[in-house]
């Protein structure tokens, strides 16, 4: 995965609540057992008309918004418990989601894939919503070290929380098998001590 420490970006408003994964990544694109592919069909229904033109109506269609940070409404990621849905946004091209709340597996989800979700107050959230719907141009910092997302050239701020042991994983862009081999040295000594 990659480090991640700050991130600096305009961003995508989603002002949808229930975001569930089944919208995120329709279960006719499951049948892929590696990564490759899945950002093409983020959204898939609701990015594009049956015919497969784009459907100019959904945000991620409209020009005037891009990064990503996507700003999603309340209970984004509920449903099944696809890791699939991860997969597509990160291969999309998004680094955070915020939301006022995200279910647990898709958080967790997430995470394991190096998604950040950013979740807020209801308060900040709408907050969100109003700086970037009012200027598109407007740029979010989500700063993992110190657990904070800002817009930027204003005093809106809110602190986040995040496990501790993914908010590592993270920074040094570890999945848990690359965390382990970094305490390999701490291993072995241990090991080295039991009396067998």
């Known amino acids: 995965m990659e480090k991640f420490t700050t991130l600096t970006s305009q961003a995508i408003p989603l002002n949808i609540a229930n975001v569930d994964t089944d919208q995120i990544i329709p279960a006719r694109f499951l049948k892929a057992t590696d990564k490759q592919g899945f950002g093409d069909n983020v959204f898939r229904d609701w990015r594009f008309n049956k015919d497969g033109s784009p459907n100019e109506s959904f945000v991620m269609n409209n020009s005037i918004y891009s990064g990503s940070i996507m700003v999603a409404g309340d209970n984004f990621g509920c449903g099944s418990s696809r890791e699939h849905a991860a997969w597509a ?25 190096g998604l950040l979700p950013v979740q807020v107050s209801e308060a900040f959230l709408s907050d969100l919503f109003t700086a970037i719907e009012s200027n598109p141009n407007t740029e979010l910092e989500v700063n993992l070290e110190t657990q904070t997302i800002s817009v930027k050239g204003s005093d809106l701020q809110e602190s986040f929380d995040i496990d501790p042991y993914k908010k590592t994983c993270m920074i040094n862009g570890y999945d848990d098998i690359d965390y382990l081999l970094s305490k390999k040295t701490e291993i072995e000594a241990f090991e080295a001590q039991k009396i067998y």
């Open 89 to 113: 946004l990160v291969g999309y091209g998004f680094k955070v989601i915020v939301s006022s709340f995200f279910a647990d597996i898709f958080k967790g989800n997430a995470l394991n894939n």
